[in-house]
């Protein structure tokens, strides 16, 4: 079945290291997010991209940034991890043409130590 | 900016009953309202959304309204089961923006 896939799934790195979560999908949809998870707060917007040649700040940009490779990855960049970036992260895509909502990756669970 | 407000945080009802949850949306431009639900630790999945020329849309046990007027609308989960247990998320989107602002959850307890 067509997917979203985020790898890692789950991830420990130190204050200060920078770290790369991906995303892929095979669902062939032209929008990819980043959302981040945090108790109490909800889903919260990272960064978008409507296609290649597209990236748009979300919500809360400061401290991350992000590539699209290609029309089927997304990449998500902390360039300096602190402990306040700890949550999970989702991926998630939609399509320009269906406007059928979003379909979310199985998530990240990064801890920042 | 943006904003959209979901109540209760927290919901329990027995099996059988109602559940209802409600969220507030601040742009008056929000034409596109899904609803997330969220087992634990899986990923949102959509189960019903509207948009803003239907005042209401029905699925089976779960249903939204929406008022448009006083920007709020609403998921109604009829005689709730123990497999309803999750997290539900409302969200509003605006015409041509195709990103979702999201409500801050609320656990729905279903008790045996």
């Keep these: 079945d067509a997917d979203v896939t985020q790898t890692p799934r789950n991830r420990i790195t130190k204050t200060g290291k920078r770290i790369m979560l991906e995303c892929s999908q095979t669902k062939g949809h032209d929008r990819m997010y980043w959302y981040r998870q945090d108790p109490g ?73 | 900016g943006e904003n959209v407000e979901q109540h209760p945080s927290t919901l329990s009802v027995q099996e059988g009953d109602s559940a209802v949850i409600k969220c507030t949306y601040s742009d008056s431009a929000s034409n596109y309202f899904p609803w997330y639900k969220q087992e634990l630790g899986k990923r949102p999945q959509l189960i019903i959304d509207i948009r803003s020329n239907v005042g209401e849309k029905k699925d089976q046990r779960i249903a939204v309204t929406l008022n448009k007027t006083a920007k709020h609308f609403s998921l109604h989960i009829t005689e709730t089961q123990p497999e309803d247990s999750a997290v539900y998320f409302c969200a509003a989107s605006s015409r041509g923006t195709y990103k979702y602002i999201f409500g801050t959850g609320t656990r729905l307890k279903v008790l045996a």
């Design chain 1, 41 to 113: 707060l909800g889903l919260r917007l990272i960064y978008y991209s409507f296609d290649v040649k597209d990236i748009n700040k979300g919500e809360i940009s400061d401290g991350y940034s992000v590539s699209r490779q290609a029309q089927a990855k997304f990449s998500l960049s902390l360039e300096s991890a602190i402990p306040n970036q700890t949550a999970l992260y989702f991926c998630a895509t939609s399509d320009l043409h269906s406007g059928n909502g979003y379909t979310f990756g199985s998530g990240t669970r990064l801890t920042v130590v």
